[in-house]
């Protein structure tokens, strides 16, 4: 069975921001989000900040304050071991919810 | 680790407020950042971009309430929360604490003298390493160990790392104030490495000092040391006399290593070469430490393909031996201790299933009150999961502080059983003054209070959960009825808790008519009007016959002019006390068939004895004052040793011998007489042996035990016999004074004592059951108190609504019974192949228990019924 639950939507596309381009800041990950789906997809700050908490006491995500570009200070979260077989997992879990969703779509 | 971070982050709170709100002002910061670079003003980039965070405040909430989420934080609110849901149910905490704690308590009590005495007795490092070795004949008792076989084994094994051998002798102590019979160890050095102990004060004895000549050295045992010398520690290079031999008391033991647990002293033994060859004689006992990797059953097999060996080379003392290793531990309380230990176990963890269960009732009735707040928990979004931690935090609280009580309970309890033990029979009890509240008992009891807690809370708290909020939330806070469910599953509680009772309180009283009558047994020799006392001449000064023959004479012969005393006589064992001794015999022309083999108890008796108990005299003569030890040496055989050796025959005129083969030295005894059957077991009834007797003048025995009967009280006569007796022989000590039925209630305090802990453990679960049951009862009658106003508003009589009431309490009553009668009679059949004495189906206590739990039962459901007969119709239909 997939895991059926938007929250674990949410992770998964947390999870795979930061495996595709390494430590990202909150706002970041947001905009890379944004641009990586076409403006389809927008995360919610309320959502993205507990969601990220959640996930680096899990431990799936270890945090670091860091300097930005333009000479800011901000946190930077970057994926864990851990976080890495959960990214492998979410991604199963998320092929399978997209498979049956299409099942059922199509179902005549 | 998450954990830590977890905990961390508990006494960081202020210190990740900042960081969060850092983390959300540089979010801010970059959004602006970039709206400026898109060409908006610097107000506007400002606000849209507050616009798109939303309420940072309230995603702070979030990001910190995911903590409280996830863990230690949460349960820390938890506990708070729920020790507040306690304080403010008061009568529900108190009641569910003290059952708690009677049930924690009674079991702390039960498995820390479990611990002391069957589990831990000694404080051996690794003593399931350690094991016996003895002989075994055939596939029958074991045997103690002949010393050139302990000598044979010691150089032949490979499975032992190291072998230690000991016997025990009766010696007298002079010296140390009073003259005292004590028993001491004779033990190799290798017995302390062995064990791996050491002493507690001054050392033990080495090799050097197990030599012939150089063994004047003692170590105390612990017990001893308090008893007879106050603990004093000066007690160091004292010198001592036993049996009239000089000894230097060089140690003394820890008190956690009374083993030998009868022995008062340890002292070297010191072989002299020709015992070294004696393969006859089995007077030793054999401990072994296995090596490392090697099994007992290993062991085991080494020992019987050593034992075939030991059989071919010296067939005429070794043949149909064979070796036997067991575990220490097996050995140390022997079969019955730990049977009763873990019957009282067995019994007291019945008694917390049945407080398991009156908790769990409490909880259903507070579950019930209960509903609207959690209900409201429900509705403003707490998970169901969220709500069971809840409850259960609140259970195991209650389980804590229950334990908490547990243990002042099973303080109080363990200190009434220490001092109720007689102190005779707690020395032959190796762990028994272990018993503490130490560390493994602690654990125990907070286990269990866990255990407790859960099994009496998830069902209440899930039956909790499944309810309709909006039914619930709409009917406001009176909503007080029980579902149909939660009902049916309450009155499961309460009818399990009626079977537990029944079954143990069946239990216990079976094991307590047994008990009884096994203390009754020897009642047809009066045992209160007679006086019993052991006396044991030391070898070194009764070293003849004629000596020890002088001394029975005059002692009987004084004792008999004493004023009051009918008969004054000797045995070596009285009736029904276990206490005789089996030994081998042949019969005069009949050969041995080797491997098979006869015996019979062995029982030198002064000439009155027969007459003094009754025993009557089938054929031929007693003993009379002609059978001296000049004379020729004559026996009397029991009815059975007749019908068994010579059946259809006379056996007057054979002659026998006693002991073992050709290697004995007794005499050949003509058979004069044949007397009636006597028992002299008490627990083992069922395979009676034969006897043998032969007058103690003719053929005295090292020690006896003296039965002096009177007309008065045989206690009040104790002071006059010690001065008799001391008039002969000041320094001879007499022990175990005591009237006869004493000495069989001493034989029994083990089974006593499983008797009274289990009496107590059926009370507890009887009264708990009672509580049970008015409990279901009166909620029933609260729940449904609307419906008995309506009904009586409709005209329904008041006794309608009390048969209404009590029959539902009769049902519940009967299907307890039931369940717990067929309960305890498959307990009273496993009870009754382990104890004897014990009969499994005594229809009387089944009808005398079941009619008294059901009038209980009964009587307890009596109050809420009148109650519900009594409510005023208008009252009860106002009130919704």
């Keep these: 069975m997939a895991k059926n639950d938007l929250q674990g939507t949410l992770d998964l596309l947390v999870l795979k921001t930061l495996a595709q381009n390494g430590a990202l800041h909150g706002y970041g990950i947001v905009l890379h989000v944004q641009n990586a789906s076409g403006e389809m997809l927008r995360v919610e700050e309320g959502s993205l900040y507990p969601a990220l908490h959640r996930m680096e006491l899990s431990g799936w995500v270890a945090s670091e304050w860091a300097m930005t570009e333009t000479n800011r200070r901000a946190k930077y979260y970057k994926l864990t071991a851990a976080g890495r077989r959960q990214l492998q997992q979410a991604e199963e879990s998320f092929d399978q919810l997209v498979k049956g969703v299409r099942a059922v779509l199509r179902y005549a | ?880």
């Design chain 2, 1 to 880: 680790m998450a954990v830590f971070r977890r905990i961390a982050n508990l006494f960081r709170r202020s210190r990740i407020d900042r960081d969060i709100d850092d983390e959300f002002q540089a979010h801010l910061a970059l959004r602006i950042d970039d709206n400026l670079a898109h060409g908006m003003s610097p107000d506007e980039a400002r606000r849209e971009a507050l616009l798109r965070f939303g309420n940072p405040a309230s995603t702070k909430e979030r990001v910190t309430s995911v903590d409280a989420a996830l863990g230690i934080d949460g349960i820390v609110r938890d506990v708070r929360y729920a020790a507040r849901q306690l304080l403010r149910a008061p009568g529900f905490a108190i009641t569910s604490i003290l059952t708690l704690a009677l049930g924690i308590g009674v079991n702390t009590a039960s498995f820390s003298s479990m611990d002391a005495v069957v589990l831990h007795p000694l404080a051996v490092p690794q003593l399931d390493r350690v094991v016996t070795v003895a002989d075994q004949q055939g596939r029958g008792d074991y045997k103690p160990v002949a010393l050139a076989n302990y000598e044979d084994w010691k150089r032949q094994n490979r499975s032992f790392e190291d072998l230690a051998v000991h016997s025990s002798v009766d010696m007298s102590l002079t010296g140390a104030g009073d003259a005292a019979h004590v028993r001491a160890a004779l033990t190799s050095a290798s017995f302390f490495s062995v064990l791996r102990t050491q002493a507690l004060l001054g050392r033990v004895f080495g090799e050097n000092e197990c030599q012939p000549g150089r063994d004047s050295v003692a170590v105390l045992n612990y017990g001893f040391w308090q008893r007879r010398f106050a603990a004093d520690p000066a007690v160091l290079g004292h010198k001592i006399e036993l049996n009239q031999r000089t000894y230097t008391i060089i140690g003394v033991m820890p008190k956690t290593m009374q083993y030998p647990s009868d022995s008062d002293f340890y002292l070297p033994f010191a072989p002299t070469p020709q015992q070294l060859q004696d393969r006859a004689t089995h007077d030793y006992l054999v401990t072994a430490r296995l090596h490392d990797g090697i099994t007992v059953q290993q062991a085991q097999a080494e020992m019987r393909i050593l034992s075939e060996h030991l059989a071919k080379v010296y067939p005429a003392t070794n043949q149909g031996l064979s070796i036997r290793v067991e575990p220490l531990l097996d050995g140390i309380n022997g079969e019955l201790t730990p049977l009763y230990y873990r019957l009282i176990m067995g019994a007291t963890l019945f008694v917390l299933l049945v407080v398991c269960a009156n908790v769990a009732n409490l909880q259903f009735a507070r579950g019930i009150a209960r509903r609207s707040e959690i209900a409201m928990r429900t509705a403003l979004g707490a998970s169901r999961t969220r709500i069971l931690r809840q409850l259960l935090t609140e259970n195991i609280l209650l389980g804590l502080v229950g334990a908490g009580g547990g243990l002042l309970i099973a303080g109080l309890y363990l200190h009434l059983i220490l001092i109720s033990m007689p102190a005779r029979v707690a020395r032959y009890m190796a762990g028994w003054s272990n018993t503490s509240l130490n560390g493994r008992v602690l654990t125990f009891s907070l286990l269990l209070a866990v255990a407790a807690a859960i099994v009496s809370g998830i069902v209440p708290a899930i039956a909790a959960l499944r309810l309709n909020v909006t039914e619930q939330l709409k009917s406001g806070s009176r909503g007080a009825t029980g579902s149909v469910k939660s009902g049916r599953l309450r009155n499961i509680f309460a009818v399990s808790q009626i079977a537990l009772a029944v079954a143990l309180v069946i239990g216990a009283t079976l094991i307590s008519k047994g008990m009884l009558g096994l203390l009754h047994l020897a009642d047809a020799y009066q045992p209160n009007k007679v006086l019993t006392f052991n006396v044991s001449l030391p070898p070194a000064r009764y070293d003849t016959d004629e000596k020890k023959a002088t001394w029975y004479k005059d002692s009987l012969a004084r004792l008999r002019t004493l004023p009051g005393v009918t008969h004054a006589e000797l045995t070596t064992a009285l009736p029904y006390t276990d206490n005789a001794w089996l030994r081998d015999c042949t019969i005069e022309n009949r050969p041995i068939v080797p491997g098979k083999f006869q015996s019979a108890f062995y029982l030198p008796v002064s000439d009155g004895y027969f007459a003094a108990f009754h025993i009557a005299i089938l054929a031929g003569r007693t003993f009379s004052a002609s059978d001296s030890l000049g004379a020729q040496p004559v026996a009397i055989v029991s009815r059975r040793f007749a019908a068994q050796y010579f059946p259809g025959q006379s056996p007057i005129g054979h002659r026998i011998r006693m002991g073992n083969s050709r290697l004995t030295h007794e005499p050949w005894l003509t058979i004069v007489g044949v007397a009636e059957e006597t028992t002299y077991a008490m627990w083992d009834r069922s395979t009676l042996q034969a006897a043998v007797y032969m007058s103690a003048a003719q053929l005295p025995p090292a020690g006896a035990t003296y039965a002096v009967m009177t007309n008065g009280d045989p206690l009040a006569l104790a002071p006059s016999v010690r001065k008799s007796l001391a008039a002969i022989d000041p320094s001879l000590p007499l022990d175990a004074v005591m009237t006869y039925e004493q000495y069989e209630h001493e034989i029994l305090t083990g089974l006593m004592y499983a008797a009274a802990m289990l009496a107590v453990d059926a009370v507890i679960a009887l009264l708990l059951a009672a509580i049970g049951i008015f409990g279901v009862m009166a909620n029933l009658v609260g729940e449904r108190t609307r419906e008995i106003g309506v009904r009586l508003a409709m005209g329904a009589r008041r006794e309608d609504v009390l048969a209404l009431i009590v029959r539902r309490a009769s049902w519940l009553t009967g299907i307890g019974i039931g369940c717990g009668l067929l309960l305890a009679f498959g307990l009273a059949h496993l009870v009754a192949n382990l104890l004897r004495g014990v009969r499994p189906d005594d229809p009387t206590v089944f009808v005398a228990i079941t009619v008294t739990i059901a009038a209980i039962a009964l009587a307890s459901s009596w109050i809420p019924a009148r109650r519900a007969s009594r409510v005023d119709p208008m009252q009860a239909l106002r009130s919704e």
